[in-house]
Every structure is written in structure tokens, then in C-alpha cells.
């Protein structure tokens, strides 16, 4: 008898990443994976290089320094975070350490890809809630809550929708589960909601209010260290004494730990680059209407552009890549008729704008 893996692990499809194109002599543009398109802050950059000087030296294994620069920067407890190798990680352990076999793992219908595949592999069943207008709708996740269901995640903002709930709904939400499901907020793209969305929460009210939620977050997105993969969680003590229970025990390295603390704590950085990345939007968004496509509203570095059809959507992310420019088909997500596109430069986007008219003239 061939040795078999364990229940749902073969009815998994690996995650496919963001497109581009390597070697040759034309630089792509890469516009598929969400990435800061500015890079990484000085500081971080520097920190890391000088961390090459220890490599021979194992990890802070608790990563007490990046987690007392993270507390500081956004005023929680140390003791209450735990960080990992991209929240990605982090995501997959709170499954492992919660969910199995004949347990659900629910999420709306166009959340991250990494849930089900997390869930499956752990033995669990991917649940899915139907959203209203590409938004997580609290009533049909409710509705979908059953006596099995132990994890619901909630990504806010939303990949790759771009839409998010705001703090009421949060809140009706976590108050209409159980007491024994944790409620996983997913806040990647906690950094970019502006103005134009004065209601919106990472949830962290919620981790300090309850004892059954958590939220996750991320360096990959607006701070630029997605090539280093580091995240942290903030949640209950005991949910985080959990997860130091089956994270290995030095999931984060040290340049990565470097370059967390000067990241975290260079917050002007921050601030210019949610102030490029939300003016780009408007006007990448503004100019993409004009060409006639859907433009699905966001408060991510990501617009998801309606094409009329699943034709139409290939027709084009097929003709960029012969541009080499590099955008995202949303097949995967059940979205056939639509393309996400990152927010680059304005140098980037400009480029982009010009390739999309020439496709569509």
C-alpha cells in the first residue's frame, strides 16, 4: 500500500505568488504581489547589513527586542505579541494549534487563499460565507457558524477585494460568536486605510476587550520586507502562550529581527508611504475607470479592476506580460473576470497606463 499524507492534504492547490519575469535584459515591472514599490526605509536596510556581521549566531528565539519595538510603537503589551516568518506562519500555527479533523475554518468568500490551504492541511474543513459587493457580510458569516466551527478569519482590508469592514461591524461580528471560536483578524493592510475610511479598525480593540480574538499583521506590505518574511500576532496571553508552544524555536532570524525593530520604529517612513501609496490609488484608480473598467473601491496598495468577462481579464494580464509588465489574475479566488494591480510609482504606473491603452485601443 503507497504511504499516504493525512486527510486533505492531496485535495490542496499549492499557492501560486504574484507573477514576474527573471534574468534577460528588460527589466520587469511587477505589479502582481502587493509589494512596496519604494522599498524598505533607510534604517531597516542599514540594520539588516549590520546584522550580517553575527550570522554565525543563533536568533533572539523569543525576538524580545522586535516585540518590545513593536509594543512601543503601537502602545500594547510584549508579553501579549508573538512574531514569526511572515504572518503567513503565524496563520498556519493558530490553525495547527486549534483546528483538525472534523473542525471548520470559516472566512468570506474571496479571502486569502492561505486559510483554506492552512485549514486542509491540518485535517480541517475550509468554510466559505458569501460576501455582498465583494464585503465581508457579518449576517451570512454568522449564518455559516456551526457547532464545529473553531477559527473564523476576517481579512481587513481584504486581499485581493480591497474592502474592509468597519469597527461597528468588527464589533456585531465578535459579538455574535461563541465564546470558543477564535475571531482572526487578518490586518496585512492595517497601515493604508485614509481618510476615506475614518471607520476602520485593525481590531486591536478587540484583542484588549476579549479573551478569544487575535490580529495579525505584517512587514511584507507598506513597511517593504516582504524578501526577509516577518509578521506578529497580538492576542490573549493564552492564545500566545499557545503559539509559543508549537512555533519553532527560532522561527525568526536575526537580520529579519534587525530590520523589524528599525522598521517598526521609523514611523515617518510609514506615514510618507501611506501618503504615495494613497494618492497613486486615486489616480491610478481615477484613470482606469476612464478606460472603461469596473474599478472595485480599496484602502489596500491594490486596486481589482472589473474586465467584463473571464476572456477580457486573460486577454489582458496575458498582454501585459507580453509588455512585461506583471499584474495578477484572481482565478484562484473565484473572481474570473478580474485583475488585481499594484500600486507602483508613478513612473511605474504611468507605464502601466500607457501599455493598457494600447491593449484596449
Known amino acids: 500500500m503507497a504511504i499516504q499524507p493525512k486527510p486533505g492534504i492531496l485535495s490542496i492547490s499549492p499557492y501560486t505568488p504574484g507573477k514576474t519575469a527573471r534574468g534577460g535584459t528588460i527589466t520587469p515591472l511587477k505589479l502582481s504581489s502587493n509589494e ?20 554565525h549566531r543563533y536568533p533572539d528565539g523569543g525576538a524580545s527586542a522586535l516585540r518590545e519595538a513593536i509594543g512601543q510603537t503601537h502602545g500594547i503589551p510584549a508579553q501579549r505579541i508573538v512574531c514569526g516568518a511572515g504572518s503567513d506562519e503565524l496563520i498556519g500555527l493558530l490553525v495547527h ?29 475550509p468554510i466559505t460565507a458569501a460576501e455582498k459587493n465583494l464585503t465581508a457580510d457579518v449576517d451570512a458569516l454568522l449564518e455559516a457558524v456551526t457547532e464545529r466551527t473553531r477559527i473564523l478569519f476576517l481579512a481587513n482590508p481584504n486581499n485581493p477585494t480591497g474592502s474592509y469592514l468597519g469597527k461597528a461591524e468588527l464589533a456585531r461580528l465578535r459579538k455574535g460568536l461563541r465564546e470558543d471560536i477564535i475571531l482572526a483578524i487578518d490586518a496585512a493592510y492595517a497601515e493604508y486605510p485614509g481618510a476615506d475610511a475614518e471607520d476602520y479598525s485593525c481590531g486591536q480593540e478587540l484583542v484588549e476587550s476579549t479573551e478569544n480574538t487575535v490580529m495579525l499583521r505584517t512587514f511584507s506590505k507598506i513597511y517593504g520586507l516582504g524578501g526577509i518574511r516577518l509578521g506578529w500576532m497580538y492576542g490573549p ?20 529581527q534587525a530590520a523589524g525593530i528599525a522598521a517598526v520604529k521609523d514611523t515617518q517612513w510609514v506615514a510618507q508611504q501611506k501618503h504615495r501609496n494613497n ?13 472603461g473598467y469596473e474599478v472595485h473601491p480599496s484602502v489596500a496598495n491594490f486596486v481589482l479592476i472589473g474586465c467584463g468577462s473571464p476572456e477580457n481579464a486573460e486577454r489582458l494580464v496575458t498582454a501585459l506580460a507580453a509588455r512585461h509588465i506583471y499584474v495578477r489574475d484572481v482565478k484562484a479566488y473565484g473572481l474570473h473576470d478580474c485583475v488585481r494591480i499594484t500600486v507602483g510609482t508613478p513612473a511605474e504606473n504611468e507605464k502601466l497606463l500607457a501599455a493598457i491603452k494600447e491593449i484596449t485601443v
Open 279 to 291: 494618492e497613486s490609488l486615486k489616480a491610478l484608480a481615477f484613470e482606469l475607470a476612464a478606460l
Open 36 to 55: 512596496n514599490p519604494f522599498g524598505a526605509s533607510p534604517a531597516a536596510l542599514a540594520a539588516y547589513k549590520e546584522a550580517a556581521a553575527e550570522l
Open 237 to 256: 496571553e493564552a492564545i500566545i502562550d499557545v503559539m509559543n508552544r508549537v512555533r519553532s524555536p527560532f522561527n525568526v532570524n536575526s537580520p529579519a
Open 97 to 125: 494549534a486549534y483546528a483538525g479533523l472534523g473542525d471548520e475554518v470559516l472566512y468570506s468568500a474571496h479571502g486569502f487563499l492561505m486559510y483554506s490551504i492552512y485549514a486542509k492541511g491540518c485535517g480541517a474543513t
